[in-house]
């Protein structure tokens, strides 16, 4: 898919979350009635889902801003490096401190891999709650000093919807895709 292409998506899908903020369906939830403020990190998770369904695969990107955070999406694509494997074998005294109250830790090194700022710093970014900050609604580009203002805290993976909250979310902002 092209970068075009993503961009018209993610502004439909920006679209349909309006509409339904509109028709007060929000009116429950704990972040939704004032979309785009406070919700971006929510709003990443929907987008990722809807997104996949069109064959992009992204990651969720945070950082912080003097304690106010924001999150976005990147692509996850050739744009973004694969993240060096690392891993972390629990020291013995630990494991056997443990098990001493039930709870077994496994052998060996367990895998503690994640991305970096450098493996996620030329991939294209997709953003559809930066307006809360006086920036355009839909941005799909790459960092430019808005992004670079926030210290990265974190990328990973965004593939799952991970609570009912946001089941119940992504089903009433998919009734106004068209």
Known sequence: MTDKEIYKWAGIFREAIIAARDENLFRKDISFDRFPRGCCGDTCYLLATFLRTKGVKTLY???DYHGQSHAWLVVN??????????????????????????????????????????????????????????????????????????????????????????????????????
């Not at 970014?125 to 670079?148: L, R």
């Not at 926030?150 to 909250?165: K, N, P, T, V, W």
Request: one cysteine or more; aromatic letters at 14%.
């Open 61 to 63: 990107v945070w950082g």
């Open 77 to 178: 694509d050739d744009r973004v490096k694969e993240p060096t494997p690392r891993f972390y074998e629990t020291p013995i005294a630990i494991r056997e401190a443990l098990k001493l109250y039930g709870n077994a830790m496994p052998e060996g090194p367990v895998e503690i891999t994640c991305y970096e700022e450098g493996d996620v710093a030329d991939g294209l970014i997709i953003d559809i709650t930066a307006d809360q900050f006086g920036k355009s609604p839909v941005y799909v580009g790459y960092s430019d000093d808005f992004y670079k203002s926030f210290a990265f805290e974190s990328a990973h993976e965004c593939d799952e919807l991970g609570s009912s909250r946001l089941h119940e979310l992504y089903q009433i902002v998919a009734c106004f895709l068209s």
